[in-house]
């Protein structure tokens, strides 16, 4: 489009968001300066939501969104010209035009849409550690496991993996006579212990918070294939975004689990994209629904990283727009890095209340025709104070307006269209089918019961799947794989030589295979590991 459409509002370079005594637009150049969406509950902040994605997915920009109630799931069937929508558009100078977009569906338990799922090695420490609501306690012995992974080419996938790998690193009891045979996890031990002091009575602690966690669900977000990023960047036939959305419902029954989730997605995204400067449209549009849960009871040291991922991220052409019922649930230094402002009612029935007006009244630009904190608490549903950025990046004077009807259906949709939708889905049959590679439970399960490589083998020289076989087999031809006392000189050479023939073995076949063998982290064996902001595994 090269002028403004009257059927939508919309422009070639702004979403028409609502009108009052002006207009209220979204510029896309600015809408990677993230934004924030707040108001009480039933005042229409999903109704807001649904037309700021549909306008981003109209622009060829796609979205990312988590649906907490099913109601946001209408974006994927054609609207209805019902008459109270009819008469909000052509009160704003709109023709209804019925439209639908298309959608992907996804779901951590696999239900109601396509299964996401992370490996734990991808996950990380410190993730994880909040995941589980760890002390710094256990999260020092937890970073040791990683640790201690790491460097022995151990891939933690799923969450057997990181159950055999505490237990790994649990020290022997007791101690043992002159004559009593070594644990083949001896060095695994030694070397946790050399990290500092791992006792049984946290790795138990970290243990039972693990069984929490399974029973929460987690069980199923570990594992592979592990979901790819890019597959959340795409456009549909029609050069359309395409609109994610994430089922979470559920989800939100486990608040940590769903939080950490998108806040791993979220830093994911931040590591994995280039740098894209200013752009005409962002890349992707990321909305965080019930956002308050990311920064409940988050330690200082997560909050410092949250703070950058949201204040960097901007630069790789990713926009996020946090959705929550009171602006005083974003802390004042992520608040600072909102430019896009949608600020549904709110009640002052409390102290907090009150508190929670005057905070958001407070974050506008000031407009000498409105009582900010005044009209807050007087919005009708559907209604709210706007203030999108403009020109050089500078805040429009806060306006009073009558958000317009979205194009598609209000509502949810029923099991049998979303079952057609992901039937249809452009990712149907990569992610619904779980695999088990053989990982870090498999090849200590093998070192104890004697098949796998010897307690010395040198830090990932062989890894699980077939590389590890590969190593498992060269090891067997020359004899050096087996549990043996003090070498000879030809014992020695024989080592070595082995070695050095399986590191190259397995460094050839890692760079040309990378992910698609041995699991998604076969790429990585053979190296050190390497993790950003928030701890994830970046694969550089």
Do not use: C
């Not at 200590?444 to 699980?464: C, L, N, S, V, Y």
């Not at 050096?480 to 070595?496: C, H, P």
């Amino acid at each position: 489009m090269t002028a403004q459409d009257s059927k939508l509002g919309d422009t070639d370079d702004k979403i028409f968001v609502g009108k009052g005594d002006e207009q209220a637009w979204l510029t896309l150049a600015l809408a990677n300066r993230h934004g924030l969406v707040t108001g009480a509950t039933g005042t229409g902040k999903t109704v807001t939501l649904q037309v700021m994605a549909e306008g981003f997915a109209r622009a060829g920009v796609p979205v990312f969104a988590s649906d907490i109630k099913g109601d946001l799931s209408g974006i994927s069937e054609v609207g209805e010209a019902k008459d109270f929508i009819v008469k909000r558009a052509t009160g704003m100078g709109l023709t209804f035009q019925p439209d639908q977009f298309s959608t992907v569906f996804w779901d951590v338990f696999g239900e109601q849409g396509h299964p996401v799922r992370a490996t734990v090695t991808e996950m990380g420490p410190l993730l994880l550690a909040r995941m589980l609501d760890l002390n710094d306690v256990q999260e020092g012995v937890l970073n040791v496991a990683f640790r201690v992974a790491d460097d022995n080419g151990l891939t933690l996938i799923d969450m057997k993996d990181l159950r055999a790998l505490l237990d790994a690193i649990v020290p022997d009891a007791g101690k043992k006579g002159a004559d009593a045979e070594e644990s083949p996890l001896a060095d695994i031990k030694k070397e946790a212990q050399g990290f500092g002091n791992v006792t049984k009575a946290t790795v138990g602690t970290i243990q039972r918070q693990l069984l929490v966690l399974e029973n929460q669900g987690g069980t199923k977000f570990f594992g592979e294939p592990a979901l790819t990023l890019k597959d959340f960047m795409k456009t549909d036939r029609d050069g359309r975004g395409m609109v994610n959305i994430l089922v979470a419902d559920k989800l939100l029954q486990s608040p940590r689990l769903y939080a950490t989730f998108l806040l791993w997605m979220l830093s994911e995204l931040f590591e994995e994209l280039p740098e894209a400067g200013d752009l005409p449209k962002p890349k992707l549009v990321f909305f965080f629904d019930e956002a308050h849960l990311l920064f409940n009871d988050a330690p200082k040291a997560l909050m410092d990283k949250i703070e950058q991922v949201v204040r960097l991220i901007r630069s790789k052409g990713v926009g996020v727009y946090f959705v929550t019922q009171n602006p005083i649930d974003v802390p004042d230094r992520v608040l600072g890095q909102l430019g896009n402002r949608v600020q549904h009612a709110l009640r002052a029935f409390t102290p907090r209340d009150q508190k929670a007006v005057a905070a958001a009244a407070q974050t506008f630009r000031p407009n000498p025709k409105l009582d900010t904190a005044k009209v807050i608490m007087e919005l009708g549903k559907g209604e709210a104070l706007v203030s999108f950025l403009e020109g050089n990046g500078t805040p429009t004077m806060v306006e009073r307006v009558m958000i317009r009807p979205p194009s598609a259906r209000i509502g949810s949709i029923t099991p049998e269209e979303r079952k057609a939708i992901m039937d249809a889905s452009p990712v149907k049959g990569k992610y619904d089918t779980a695999v088990d590679a053989e990982s870090a439970y498999e090849m200590i399960q093998k070192r104890i019961a004697g098949t796998a490589a010897t307690a010395d083998a040198p830090a990932g020289g062989e890894g699980g799947g077939i590389l590890g076989q590969i190593g498992s087999m060269v090891g067997t031809i020359f004899g050096t794989n087996v549990k043996r006392g003090r070498l000879s000189t030809g014992q020695v050479i024989a080592r070595d030589v082995t070695r050095s023939v399986t590191n190259q073995v397995i460094g050839g076949m890692a760079a040309n295979l990378g992910k698609s063998v041995a699991g998604q982290l076969g790429g990585s064996i053979g190296r050190t590991l390497v993790r950003g902001a928030l701890g994830g595994l970046l694969r550089r």
